[in-house]
């Protein structure tokens, strides 16, 4: 047990979290207890996925129904906890691909219904940032969210709670590698496949613009077309031998972007503290080179094992322990939300975090 | 007792049913989708009218479709997770146009005979289909689902003779039914006291367990396999990993 770790005011339900996620491609689950994952179970769709050269959410979705309540049983089992251990369910309600997220939301809702249990719904952005509390970080510290969908710098203040600092101006990175990675001609998924022919090519081989947005945002979208124009520039036979090289250079190029607005972000916020979370931070030349800048400037780095980096339920169990926990039968309405926008929309204004710790749980049945 | 949900079409329904099929209890929206807010709070609205609890319960059922994918999932995905943290009582599962045959073969329509025929909006203007027969108190199937597109309705439907129809496709396509056709006033959209009454009588496709009671989206995703391999060009859905 290690809720002493939880912070001053913010109760965490005093037992383990039933988690789950199906924001996207990914059916996960898990059992988290405090800042200790005791179980993570994610059933990935990349094969699935991978004939359509994209994740297509009508295939998603189906799939969510068919592995949702297997993969929950398998946290529960590794786990070892049974429903009448568990003091709380957690779930991703948002963004994401809304039939996605339906059938995760439907489902946790549903479970926590029968056992009685409060629900805590979860932003998958803040689960993503309390990845990091695994490795034992505190805030205050500025987290680098990078994934297919999003690129921002979050200054985390407390908890979960954050403020954004920068953002991207155009395409997120993980868009900006899956594009690379489609321009190569590389298979599914993308930033993966680029990754890996990377990580044997010279960075030095093709220049890409150094330049980069005035102020503190991000951008890709130039990177790419550069991109582009390389690879027009060159004939088929040197595309041929070099694209490893020239993948490597396009990856040092995004890789420098992040990792120069990250160290900047934090010198500027006054942070000592950075971490990263998101798909992206699993690219191990991102890895490498912010692990590098962070030691040569003196910030300590948090860096998620990959497995809390991709899509899992893992993050959403350790975000909710700094969430209100809305009690039953308060959340049976409760809706998904596919944007940020309609987060609002979804329900009127959020219970806010009680000071004390959630009700006791009531005797089962009925 | 049963727990019943139907949620394949823009109604959204549940009931509590004794195991003989009669309704206990029954909550019904036809406001439109809105399966996720109002599923749960219908469930739990059954259950404290009738004054019963989940001790009491011995199956919980959902209508499989084929409907509008995203409802439909919510109800199973309902009836999946509250059978699975239930851990005692069995889950179910019927085929939505089974329902509604048992329901039509109840309405006094057809008492004067003719085959039962479901219809249920598949949208983009077509219905999902299926033919069955009275049999003893029951029904049973004698044709498999069918997608037909709405201009084909009326010469579908006349092919097979005098036919009692129901089901939201019937309402919505009224205008395009063959005079060979009667359509049943009361069987309008698929409900819950209907799901629980067809798995309480053992109708057509009646299926039990969690590797059974999932949808029957009587369609295939939109989206089609490309050509494997590098170089192919993006077709595919949006960049992997978390949506915008
Ligand atoms: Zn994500």
């Given at each position: 047990?290690?809720?002493?770790?939880?912070?001053?005011?913010?109760?965490?339900?005093?037992?383990?979290?039933?988690?789950?996620?199906?924001?996207?491609?990914?059916?996960?689950?898990?059992?988290?207890?405090?800042?200790?994952?005791?179980?993570?179970?994610?059933?990935?769709?990349?094969?699935?996925?991978?004939?359509?050269?994209?994740?297509?959410?009508?295939?998603?979705?189906?799939?969510?129904?068919?592995?949702?309540n297997?993969?929950?049983?398998?946290?529960?089992?590794?786990?070892?906890?049974?429903?009448?251990?568990?003091?709380?369910?957690?779930?991703?309600?948002?963004?994401?691909?809304?039939?996605?997220?339906?059938?995760?939301?439907?489902?946790?809702?549903s479970v926590?219904c029968r056992?009685?249990?409060?629900?805590?719904?979860?932003?998958?952005?803040?689960?993503?940032?309390?990845?990091?509390?695994?490795?034992?970080?505190?805030?205050?510290?500025?987290?680098?969210?990078?994934?297919?969908?999003?690129?921002?710098?979050?200054?985390?203040?407390?908890?979960?709670?954050?403020?954004?600092?920068?953002?991207?101006?155009?395409?997120?990175?993980?868009?900006?590698?899956?594009?690379?990675?489609?321009?190569?001609?590389?298979?599914?998924?993308?930033?993966?496949?680029?990754?890996?022919?990377?990580?044997?090519?010279?960075?030095?081989?093709?220049?890409?613009?150094?330049?980069?947005?005035?102020?503190?945002?991000?951008?890709?979208?130039?990177?790419?077309?550069?991109?582009?124009?390389?690879?027009?520039?060159?004939?088929?036979?040197?595309?041929?031998?070099?694209?490893?090289?020239?993948?490597?250079?396009?990856?040092?190029?995004?890789?420098?972007?992040?990792?120069?607005?990250?160290?900047?972000?934090?010198?500027?916020?006054?942070?000592?503290?950075?971490?990263?979370?998101?798909?992206?931070?699993?690219?191990?030349?991102?890895?490498?080179?912010?692990?590098?800048?962070?030691?040569?400037?003196?910030?300590?780095?948090?860096?998620?094992?990959?497995?809390?980096?991709?899509?899992?339920?893992?993050?959403?169990?350790?975000?909710?322990?700094?969430?209100?926990?809305?009690?039953?039968?308060?959340?049976?309405?409760?809706?998904?939300?596919?944007?940020?926008?309609?987060?609002?929309?979804?329900?009127?204004?959020?219970?806010?975090?009680?000071?004390?710790?959630?009700?006791?749980?009531?005797?089962?049945?009925? | 007792m049963i727990v019943a949900l139907e949620?394949?079409?823009?109604?959204?329904?549940a009931a509590l049913c004794?195991?003989?099929?009669?309704?206990?209890?029954?909550?019904?929206?036809?406001?439109?989708?809105?399966?996720?807010?109002?599923l749960l709070?219908?469930v739990?609205?059954v259950l404290?009218?009738?004054?019963?609890?989940w001790?009491d319960v011995g199956t919980v059922a959902a209508g499989?479709?084929?409907?509008?994918?995203?409802?439909?999932?919510?109800g199973i995905a309902t009836a999946r997770a509250l059978a699975q943290a239930d851990g005692r009582a069995e889950l179910a599962g019927v085929?939505?146009?089974?329902?509604?045959?048992?329901?039509?073969?109840?309405?006094?329509?057809?008492?004067?005979?003719?085959?039962?025929?479901?219809?249920?909006?598949?949208?983009?203007?077509?219905?999902?289909?299926?033919?069955?027969?009275?049999?003893?108190?029951?029904?049973?199937?004698?044709?498999?689902?069918?997608?037909?597109?709405?201009?084909?309705?009326?010469?579908?439907?006349?092919?097979?003779?005098?036919?009692?129809?129901?089901?939201?496709?019937?309402?919505?396509?009224?205008?395009?039914?063959?005079?060979?056709?009667?359509?049943?006033?009361?069987?309008?959209?698929?409900?819950a006291?209907?799901v629980g009454?067809?798995v309480?009588?053992?109708?057509?496709?009646?299926?039990r367990g969690p590797?059974?009671v999932?949808?029957?989206?009587?369609?295939?995703?939109?989206?089609?396999?490309?050509?494997?391999?590098?170089?192919?060009?993006?077709?595919?859905?949006?960049?992997?990993?978390?949506?915008?």
């Open positions: 047990m290690r809720t002493d770790l939880a912070e001053p005011g913010q109760a965490a339900p005093a037992g383990p979290i039933l988690a789950v996620e199906t924001s996207c491609d990914d059916t996960s689950s898990a059992v988290v207890h405090g800042r200790e994952v005791l179980s993570s179970v994610v059933s990935s769709q990349d094969e699935l996925h991978a004939q359509f050269g994209g994740v297509v959410p009508e295939v998603a979705s189906r799939r969510h129904t068919e592995l949702v297997e993969v929950i049983a398998e946290a529960m089992s590794r786990a070892g906890v049974t429903w009448d251990d568990l003091a709380a369910v957690a779930v991703t309600q948002g963004p994401g691909l809304i039939g996605a997220l339906l059938v995760g939301l439907a489902t946790a809702k926590a056992r009685r249990l409060p629900l805590i719904p979860v932003n998958h952005l803040q689960g993503h940032i309390a990845a990091n509390y695994a490795l034992g970080i505190e805030a205050p510290f500025i987290c680098l969210v990078a994934s297919g969908g999003h690129t921002l710098l979050a200054v985390v203040e407390e908890g979960v709670r954050y403020r954004v600092a920068a953002k991207t101006l155009d395409d997120a990175a993980g868009e900006a590698f899956d594009k690379g990675a489609r321009l190569l001609g590389l298979g599914y998924p993308g930033g993966k496949e680029l990754d890996r022919l990377a990580a044997r090519g010279d960075p030095g081989f093709a220049r890409f613009p150094r330049s980069m947005p005035r102020g503190r945002g991000f951008s890709f979208s130039g990177l790419k077309t550069a991109l582009l124009y390389d690879l027009r520039d060159r004939d088929e036979a040197e595309v041929e031998a070099h694209r490893a090289d020239i993948a490597a250079s396009y990856q040092a190029a995004i890789v420098r972007q992040l990792v120069e607005k990250t160290v900047a972000g934090a010198q500027h916020e006054g942070l000592r503290s950075v971490a990263v979370a998101g798909g992206v931070a699993a690219n191990s030349g991102l890895r490498a080179a912010l692990t590098q800048a962070c030691e040569a400037e003196g910030l300590r780095l948090s860096l998620p094992p990959l497995s809390l980096c991709t899509d899992n339920a893992g993050m959403i169990g350790l975000a909710a322990g700094f969430l209100p926990a809305l009690p039953w039968p308060d959340y049976l309405d409760l809706d998904a939300f596919a944007s940020d926008a309609e987060a609002k929309a979804a329900r009127p204004p959020r219970t806010r975090r009680p000071e004390r710790a959630p009700r006791p749980r009531r005797p089962r049945g009925a | 949620t394949a079409t823009t109604a959204c329904s004794a195991t003989d099929g009669s309704v206990v209890a029954e909550r019904v929206s036809l406001a439109g989708p809105a399966h996720s807010r109002l709070p219908f739990r609205e404290e009218e009738a004054g019963r609890g001790d499989l479709g084929p409907g509008a994918f995203t409802g439909l999932r919510i085929p939505t146009l089974s329902a509604l045959a048992l329901a039509l073969a109840g309405a006094p329509e057809a008492a004067s005979g003719g085959r039962l025929v479901p219809l249920v909006d598949g949208r983009r203007r077509e219905v999902f289909a299926a033919v069955f027969e009275p049999d003893g108190d029951g029904v049973r199937q004698i044709e498999d689902v069918a997608v037909v597109p709405a201009d084909e309705l009326a010469g579908w439907l006349a092919d097979r003779g005098p036919v009692v129809v129901g089901g939201d496709g019937a309402a919505l396509y009224g205008e395009l039914l063959p005079p060979s056709a009667r359509a049943a006033a009361g069987v309008v959209a698929p409900t006291a209907m009454r067809a309480a009588c053992g109708a057509p496709g009646v299926v590797d059974l999932l949808p029957l989206y009587g369609r295939a995703p939109d989206a089609k396999p490309r050509a494997a391999g590098p170089g192919s060009p993006g077709a595919g859905g949006p960049t992997r990993g978390c949506a915008p």
